[in-house]
């Protein structure tokens, strides 16, 4: 399966995001084989840094470093897929200012709905930033259930069992990007987070 060829956006109707850097995961995968999927918050700038681009890309070297700040000895995102961890983003397009509007996001989670119906045996969604949590939330409020993650900061939220249709949900931090090298506390948690969702699924 490939999952940019049962996926996508067709009318691009978002307003503050950056259409020329659309993307959707472009690999050959076994769906079976997928127990976590991490959420992260938007497509790169440079389709160079996304998760498949090869090893030079920026998203697969901070989520390297994530996998390896929990002890995996993961050396690249086809270690990561062995694993059982599909990655991809709750914003297909870019990102052009600092944040991401709400009806962006709302839109873009009809997507990620679709992208995580092709997972049927995935056990664990490790939302990674605001912007994952508010969509996995909009897919909550749609399918007529409470909001998965309550409203407050990751910091205090982390730690408590969430659920959502079957699969145990991790409020964590942003690991793809720049970011993950400024705040070495936010980097811990996300070894944490890492580490308790692979002993779910072991």
Do not use: W
Request: include cysteine; charge should be positive.
């Amino acid at each position: 399966m490939r999952v940019n060829e049962c996926v996508g956006c067709e009318g691009f109707p978002c307003a503050d995001v950056n259409h020329k850097a659309y993307l959707v995961p472009d690999i050959g995968i076994d769906p079976e084989k997928i127990s976590i999927v991490m959420i992260s918050e938007a497509a790169p700038p440079d389709s160079n840094d996304y998760y498949y681009a090869g090893s030079e890309g920026l998203f697969e070297q901070t989520t390297v470093l994530a996998f390896n700040d929990a002890g995996v000895g993961a050396a690249s995102m086809k270690d990561i897929l062995g694993l059982g961890i599909y990655l991809t983003t709750a914003v297909k397009c870019g990102k052009t200012g600092y944040g991401i509007k709400t009806p962006t996001i709302k839109e873009c989670s009809l997507i990620l709905e679709k992208e995580l119906a092709l997972f049927p045996r995935a056990k664990v969604l490790m939302l990674m930033g605001d912007v994952a949590i508010r969509a996995v939330n909009y897919l909550a409020k749609r399918a007529g259930e409470k909001r998965v993650i309550p409203a407050d900061s990751t910091y205090r939220i982390r730690g408590a069992k969430y659920t959502f249709q079957g699969k145990r949900v991790f409020p964590s931090y942003l690991q793809a990007g720049p970011s993950f090298f400024i705040e070495k506390s936010k980097r811990r948690m996300i070894a944490e987070d890492i580490v308790a969702a692979l002993k779910l699924v072991a």
